[in-house]
T-cell receptor, first 116, second 114 residues
Framework: AQKVTQAQTEISVVEKEDVTLDCVYETRDTTYYLFWYKQPPSGELVFLIR??????QNEISGRYSWNFQKSTSSFNFTITASQVVDSAVYFCALSVNTGTASKLTFGTGTRLQVTL | NAGVTQTPKFQVLKTGQSMTLQCAQD?????MYWYRQDPGMGLRLIYY???????DKGEVPNGYNVSRLNKREFSLRLESAAPSQTSVYFC?????????????FGDGTRLSIL
């Protein structure tokens, strides 16, 4: 069975601070995909990034960066110089092929509050 | 660009009433999914349709039924609503069952059962 753990339930930072959201996953499959989604206060789910299990390169997109480490089964997300617009719930998710289809297993989410 | 459209956006039901949540996608995706989101639980898969004509149970299927009406539409039905089904429901779609491309989500339906 697959499992995703986001141990940080809520994080509060002041604007311009850097913040890292942790994600630890469990799977016995050697081929899998990891995702991050953002859910702003308006409620929709916005896709941020996908990473496959064979690609351990870190990724940077503007103020966002992701650190994938298979050795620790972690896929952490860092926001540099946070802004109020980054306030949202962030979900990490894991996808493996189960025979009939690949399905997403979500973590419980981390609520990020960025204040002025 | 509609993407995934869910109706209604809000609904209040009484215990025992039935209801169908509608979902339609215009991206020519083959696979569609229904999730529920509860506080502190993340999103949990209720049912999915890997392709037109097929449906399968997810993690929490009890109390729900689904219909893949055609390639575009995937509905979720509560036959006899219970307070435990109060939740936010999300529909999602993806190009195909194995692509591992990101799922595209609708805006959600907030459902309250009294």
């Amino acid at each position: 069975a697959q499992k995703v753990t986001q141990a940080q339930t809520e994080i509060s930072v002041v604007e311009k601070e850097d913040v890292t959201l942790d994600c630890v996953y469990e799977t016995r499959d050697t081929t899998y995909y990891l995702f991050w989604y953002k859910q702003p206060p308006s409620g929709e789910l916005v896709f941020l990034i996908r990473r496959n299990s064979f690609d351990e390169q870190n990724e940077i997109s503007g103020r966002y960066s992701w650190n994938f480490q298979k050795s620790t089964s972690s896929f952490n997300f860092t926001i540099t110089a946070s802004q109020v617009v980054d306030s949202a719930v962030y979900f990490c998710a894991l996808s493996v092929n189960t025979g009939t289809a690949s399905k997403l297993t979500f973590g419980t989410g981390t609520r990020l509050q960025v204040t002025l | 660009n509609a993407g995934v459209t869910q109706t209604p956006k809000f609904q209040v039901l009484k215990t025992g009433q039935s209801m169908t949540l509608q979902c339609a996608q215009d991206m020519n995706h083959n696979s569609m999914y229904w999730y529920r989101q509860d506080p502190g639980m993340g999103l949990r898969l209720i049912y999915y349709s890997a392709s037109e004509g097929t449906t399968d149970k997810g993690e929490v299927p009890n109390g729900y039924n689904v219909s893949r009406l055609n390639k575009r539409e995937f509905s979720l039905r509560l036959e006899s609503a219970a307070p435990s089904q109060t939740s936010v429901y999300f529909c999602a779609s993806r190009f195909d069952r194995y692509s591992n491309q990101p799922q595209h989500f609708g805006d959600g339906t907030r459902l309250s059962i009294l």
